[in-house]
């Protein structure tokens, strides 16, 4: 029978359920999860991530993440662990293996597999007398909440939460790893976000390329630059060939009375926002973007300032290569 709520009272109560189990998840991590990270991080093969069902699903979103972000892992499906597949399961992996029951039985072999050979078992399940958990040298608990099923039989709620305890060992491990951008750019080259990842220095405009004015120049041989170079900005330099500041449309505009009489130090603007090579063009468009500019010089992030431009970024330049 139905209930006489609006889908929205039962979309927020759906939500509100599962957000108090995170809460009582979050609150009962404890050693056992720390002992959890710590194994998985000794591991000197593969996580072996499995589980049945909807389990299923979230351990292949798991093993996918945990790949992604420098451990590396492997979903193994249980019922064809059964047939030929846990020889995928070898000396040096750590088994993870899910079950919200714990009883799951075509997790069977793979289980007896793992304790037959020594290779080290985590288990997440939500009773801590099950057969899984009994099994397992460490055990992650899932917290004593209702699915969120009226009828407290479809997984929700328990699913939600064995995919944030996933995350929390994945991004405990990134942590343990050291795992950086260019660790993560290494394992995500395609795509919007292999694109973001790519670094300024792969995409910078260098040499001949580059807008670059002496600061005693008269504005209007600076301007055929900027016009010439067609980036819509130049950068200024001092006598030793550093970049003492920039001159963009709106310093122009300001100071149309004077470009007649002027020259490009007078005009620039100094102490401009730059960018080092190593950034990647997705903090290179997040900079441009926050201080509401169109282009970046690029100088050693190392070196004194002021320092010698490097070269340039241009907002266009991240554009073509898909950020937005």
């Given at each position: 029978m139905a209930s006489g709520k609006s889908a929205i009272e039962i979309g927020r109560a759906v939500v509100?359920?599962?957000?108090?189990?995170?809460?009582?998840?979050?609150?009962?991590?404890?050693?056992?999860?720390?002992?959890?990270?710590?194994?998985?991080?000794?591991?000197?093969?593969?996580?072996?991530?499995?589980?049945?069902?909807?389990?299923?699903?979230?351990?292949?979103?798991i093993a996918a993440t945990l790949a992604s972000t420098g451990t590396p892992a492997q979903f193994v499906h249980p019922a064809e662990a059964s047939h030929g597949d846990l020889g995928m399961v070898t000396a040096g992996?750590?088994?993870?293996?899910?079950?919200?029951?714990?009883?799951?039985?075509?997790?069977?072999?793979?289980?007896?597999?793992?304790?037959?050979?020594?290779?080290?078992?985590?288990?997440?399940?939500?009773?801590?007398?099950?057969?899984?958990?009994?099994?397992?040298?460490?055990?992650?608990?899932?917290?004593?909440?209702?699915?969120?099923?009226?009828?407290?039989?479809?997984?929700?709620?328990?699913?939600?939460?064995?995919?944030?305890?996933?995350?929390?060992?994945?991004?405990?491990?990134?942590?343990?790893?050291?795992?950086?951008?260019?660790?993560f750019r290494m394992l995500h080259p395609g795509g919007s976000l292999g694109s973001r990842l790519l670094t300024v220095g792969q995409r910078m405009h260098t040499g001949e390329a580059l807008p670059l004015v002496p600061g005693a120049m008269p504005m209007l041989d600076a301007m055929l630059t900027i016009s010439g170079k067609a980036f819509g900005i130049a950068g200024v330099l001092d006598g030793e060939g550093r970049l003492a500041g920039v001159i963009s449309d709106g310093d122009l505009r300001r100071n149309i009375a004077h470009l007649n009489d002027r020259t490009a130090g007078e005009i620039m603007s100094p102490a401009p926002k730059t960018i080092g090579p190593g950034a990647t063009l997705g903090e290179a468009l997040d900079t441009m973007n926050r201080h509401a500019i169109t282009a970046l010089f690029v100088l050693d992030p190392d070196a004194p300032r002021p320092a010698p431009p490097l070269g340039l970024i241009h907002i266009h330049d991240c554009l073509r290569a898909g950020i937005t």
């Open positions: 509100e359920t599962e957000a108090e189990a995170l809460r009582l998840l979050a609150e009962g991590l404890d050693a056992r999860f720390e002992r959890a990270v710590d194994l998985l991080a000794r591991a000197t093969g593969r996580v072996i991530v499995s589980g049945m069902g909807k389990s299923g699903h979230v351990a292949r979103k992996d750590v088994a993870l293996v899910l079950s919200n029951s714990g009883e799951t039985p075509e997790l069977s072999d793979l289980v007896a597999h793992a304790r037959r050979c020594g290779i080290p078992l985590i288990a997440i399940a939500s009773r801590p007398d099950s057969t899984l958990m009994r099994a397992a040298d460490i055990g992650l608990v899932l917290p004593a909440a209702p699915e969120a099923c009226p009828m407290g039989l479809a997984p929700t709620t328990s699913t939600t939460a064995t995919l944030a305890l996933g995350d929390a060992l994945a991004v405990a491990l990134i942590d343990r790893r050291d795992f950086r951008p260019q660790n």
